[in-house]
């Protein structure tokens, strides 16, 4: 198998076609961000007239029309009808080749192999045959979990392309088998399929599919395959087994292409000179401009050899030239005059944090009820308990880092727009392209080349933008903008510093009768998905993620309280779960102390989901929960439900703490996880392991902070993440509960680290830690405070 | 005048000369003039080691590395260490499938080419000592280790 690293100039006059229609899939995703992907981006699926369709050349191209209930019906691509609107799914070439479009975008999460994988599996397609294609934007590839959109995070791809990839397979397989059981005179009933070919075994016959592609018809009676139709698991060839992922050979000899690769003839390059306050606008709702340029010199800037134009944006001042050193020394010769008095250049991070935490602590304060996770009368519970357990915690804000900084290419020409962009939003991008340079959505063009890293960072469309402006400024010439390392550490749309407060109603004879947890932070949603954010008035699934636990405990109250903080906050490798897991967990930990129980018992008491309680099991005999830790050692736990993910997960860490420092060490982690479907496995459990690594680093050290609106980090030196010799050993396992359901264990191993290590730092010292990261200095304050077990 | 230069150097095994503001990280060079795209920029201050490439045989953040200082220089980079991707890191690598977004991995791969040049049979301490210069913000350390292991055992 390989994949296509796509002719840059490729699409440019493709054959046209019109738009494959789909209508919203019901998956297991919380309902409430279900209800605002729901028909608030209808016009994603008005689709394009100019389509990028596979390399045809001779042979069987199939698209699928998407009914209700995903009812699919295969058809002929160049069949189609100017009424039947389809773009290619795949491709059968007589060579016997099978391309397979990828809709997603490979960012690490191994997604290039996955998705095609699946399709193969059902297609019984020869996996060294196959070819994957990066699919371009287009209605047919949108993702109908995460906002019906073409895009990718929340670890939605295997889940929102589950049914459709198995699917499509299956209705391309029964095309073949169709048309060579028509071909030898036989009932298609006695033909089966093997890797790559249809037999007959009564009559020892087999056609390979691209023998068959050269003849092959959709046939006019196509039935709907349904879920039921595809194969059992028993049958899987490639779902389940480790196949070396399609990508990874060019990742070892410079010829994989991310997006700041992208060549082209006769491109300039560009820089920004960025506002001092923090600016990263989300280019549909606001442009930047409250931080932005007043006034600018560029004298010096325009005599540096090879600047050829400087050009005033909202948020920025853009040197273009024709090599990219030559802009940065052009930025670093403007003088700029920024504008002044936003509300985010009045932000302190530490400020508001005391502000949130004072917010979420006063009960008396009502935030939006996240009514759907509620359940009981939380407020009588409260009133008539013997005892109430609360605690506050808080959590900076911090970033991505990925090791590609944001990039983007644009070229404007022709009244036409093609954005090459490592993006984690097709659809956005191609929305953001259009609002800026005023282009038809048809006549955009957006091109997914690799991503070096995503963690929800590329879900941003500023670097688009960006492209976007620039290629409007020099119309008819393509132009690459590249972020500096400290234009990303200082302009990132950092994960929401929050304050909760967790409050427990315990009866006399130790029963949790209610819990509640009050979220105070700035909205992910109203910054970057309005749409979201005012269909579900107020809610933000993104800020609360993970505040609904599936402990077993009659009444439950969550709140989120909103506050504007004028400082852009976004998406984060498993976002808001960080955090909202950090007080859980925590919290869980501090009552069982309250009750005088053993943490994994209470755990176990209040849970009834049986595969949660499974992980839970399974990763306390890996770790030996029971058994005594030397001196200077214990262990502490956490378990993540993981919602929407649909793969629980018990992490258990063992630390130790240097005293004179206030540095806590972790040692080793224990994670067991059932991921369901573990469609790669080896795969998989690396995800976890990276997550866990992620996991650690935002828990002890990665902080983001901000004076009258600015960054103090600049580069990796002080922002500094996990190197080599940092790392814990690692043990993880994936438990089999023979659930056939995808989930998305891409994020999952990362929230149950920090509060697994401020419990085991507890179980030490009888210090709780509160706030994350559990940096040094904050934990010898804690250690001073309250170190009464601590000597 | 023109305020660039022209610099003559080796950039794996072909003689190149390019012309660029004297200060030019060699990065950009590679990148932009000679279209070598393999190596990548991911700090702009040596604190990361995505840049990494061969300098007269030693590893050296290319991000740091002023063209002006590289007159005659051998250069090799990720596209240069071997000419069908057979060396035993490139396979070893492979072998783990240790990328996952693979942004940095040109230059762990590099970093690490360096060390078993001078020392074919590193332990792991030695590994771990030597790579923790390069940044993998995946965290794919555990399989760089693996990958090192692995190419020192089956050369």
């Not at chain 1, 010096?300 to 030239?321: N, Q, T, Y």
């Not at chain 1, 004028?566 to 309250?594: H, K, P, Q, R």
């Not at chain 1, 262990?635 to 993981?642: M, Q, R, S, V, W």
Request: proline share 5%; glycine share 10%.
């Amino acid at each position: 198998m390989s994949y296509l690293t796509r002719d840059p100039l490729s699409g440019i006059g493709s054959k046209a076609s019109g738009t494959g229609r789909r209508n919203d899939a019901r998956s297991n995703i919380d309902a409430l961000t279900e209800a605002a992907s729901m028909d608030t981006i209808t016009s994603n699926n008005t689709g394009m007239n100019r389509r990028e369709f596979l390399k045809t050349g001779a042979g069987l191209a199939i698209g699928f029309v998407v009914g209700p209930n995903l009812l699919m019906q295969a058809v002929e691509v160049q069949a189609a009808a100017a009424g039947a609107q389809v773009s290619a799914w795949l491709h059968i070439a007589t060579d016997g080749t099978v391309s397979i479009m990828l809709p997603s975008s490979e960012m690490g999460q191994g997604i290039m192999t996955t998705l095609p994988l699946m399709l193969a599996e059902e297609l019984d397609a020869d996996w060294s045959k196959v070819k994957v294609v990066q699919a371009h934007v287009d209605g047919v590839f949108n993702n109908p979990v995460h906002f019906n959109v073409q895009g990718i995070g929340g670890s939605r791809s295997v889940r929102g392309y589950w049914p459709i990839m198995r699917l499509a397979g299956g209705q391309a397989r029964y095309v073949l088998l169709v048309n060579a059981a028509q071909r030898w005179g036989v009932p298609v009933e006695q033909c089966a399929t093997l890797p790559g070919k249809v037999i007959h075994q009564a009559s020892s016959r087999e056609m390979s599919y691209g023998e068959i592609a050269a003849f092959a018809k959709v046939p006019a009676d196509m039935p709907q395959l349904t879920e039921k139709d595809l194969k059992d698991p028993s049958q899987w060839r490639l779902i389940g087994r480790d196949v070396p992922r399609v990508e990874v050979p060019t990742k070892v000899n410079g010829t994989a292409v991310f997006g700041i690769d992208v060549q082209l003839p006769g491109m300039l390059y560009a820089s920004i000179q960025r506002p001092p306050v923090a600016t990263c606008p989300y280019p549909i709702y606001n442009d930047g401009a409250e931080n932005g340029p007043v006034s600018v010199d560029d004298t010096e800037a325009m005599k540096i050899e090879g600047v050829v134009k400087v050009v005033m944006l909202p948020h920025g001042v853009a040197v273009i030239g024709s090599d990219y050193w030559a802009t940065v020394k052009g930025k670093r010769a403007l003088k700029v005059e920024w504008r002044k008095g936003s509300l985010g250049s009045k932000y302190q991070t530490e400020e508001k944090l005391q502000e949130y935490g004072a917010l979420a602590s006063d009960t008396t304060k009502k935030g939006r009820s996240l009514a759907p996770w509620n359940t009981g009368d939380a407020d009588t519970a409260f009133k008539g308990a013997a005892k109430v357990v609360s605690a506050l915690y808080l959590n900076d804000h911090v970033h991505h880092a990925c090791m590609e900084p944001f990039n983007g290419t644009g070229w404007l020409r022709n009244g036409e727009l093609d954005l090459w962009v490592p993006t984690q939003g097709q659809t956005w991008a191609r929305d953001v392209g259009n609002k800026i340079t005023g282009v038809a959505k048809e006549k955009i063009r957006i091109h997914t080349p690799l991503l070096g890293g995503g963690f929800g960072a590329k879900v941003e469309q500023i670097f688009t933008g960006e492209a976007a402006m620039l290629a409007k400024a020099v119309e008819g010439k393509p132009v690459k903008i590249i972020w500096s390392r400290e234009d990303d550490i200082k302009h990132g749309a950092y994960r929401p510093a929050t304050a909760q407060f967790m409050r427990a109603a315990v009866t006399a004879d130790g029963k949790v009768t209610a819990w509640s947890h009050r979220v105070a932070g700035d909205s992910v949603f109203l910054r970057s998905r309005k749409f979201a954010w005012d269909k579900l008035q107020g809610f933000d699934g993104i800020v609360a993620v993970g505040v609904s636990t599936a402990y077993d405990i009659p009444a439950k109250h969550h709140e989120y309280l909103y506050q504007e903080s004028g400082i852009a906050v976004g998406y984060w490798n498993a976002i808001g779960n960080g955090y909202t897991l950090f007080a859980i967990e925590s919290f869980m930990d501090e009552l069982a102390v309250a009750l005088g129980k053993d943490p994994l018992a209470l755990r176990l008491e209040l849970m009834k989901e049986k595969r949660s309680r499974v992980v839970l099991e399974e990763v306390a005999r890996m770790a030996q929960w029971d058994r005594k830790r030397p001196e200077g050692r214990a262990l502490g736990l956490a378990y993540n439900i993981g919602g929407e993910w649909n793969a629980p997960i018990a992490e258990i860490v063992e630390v130790s703490l240097d005293k004179a420092t206030g540095a806590i060490k972790v040692h080793k982690v224990w994670a067991a996880i059932d991921p369901a479907v573990a469609v790669q496995p080896k795969h998989l459990t690396q995800q976890i392991e990276t997550g866990i690594i992620w996991g650690l680093s935002a828990a002890l050290r990665e902080r983001i902070t901000i004076k009258d609106g600015q960054v103090q980090e600049s580069n990796f030196y002080d922002y500094p993440v996990p190197r080599m010799d940092e790392i814990p050993e690692i043990e993880i396992k994936l438990v089999d509960s023979g659930v056939v359901q995808p989930s998305g264990a891409g994020q999952i191993g990362v929230p149950p680290m920090a509060p697994a290590i401020a419990n085991a730092v507890y179980r030490l010292t009888g210090v709780r830690l509160r706030a994350i990261p559990m940096l040094p200095a904050r934990v010898k304050m804690a250690m001073e405070e309250g170190g009464a077990k601590f000597a | 005048m023109s305020q660039m230069t022209a610099t003559s150097l080796t950039v794996n095994g072909k003689r190149q000369t390019v012309t660029a503001h004297p200060d030019t990280p060699l990065l950009w060079v590679l990148r932009e003039q000679l279209k070598l795209t393999g190596t990548k920029f991911g700090c702009g201050v040596g604190q990361c080691g995505a840049c990494t490439v061969h300098v007269d045989g030693q590893p050296t953040f290319s991000c740091l590395r002023p063209i002006s200082t590289l007159a005659g220089a051998n250069v090799t980079t990720i596209e240069g260490l071997s000419p069908t991707s057979s060396h035993p890191l490139q396979k070893a690598w492979v072998a783990e499938q240790t990328p996952q977004c693979g942004y940095c991995q040109s230059g762990q791969i590099m970093r690490a080419a360096a060390l078993l040049k001078d020392n074919p049979r590193p332990s792991r301490d030695e590994i771990v000592a030597h790579m923790k210069t390069n940044i993998c913000r995946c965290g794919s350390y555990r399989r760089i280790i693996a990958s090192i292991e692995r190419a020192v055992k089956e050369g």
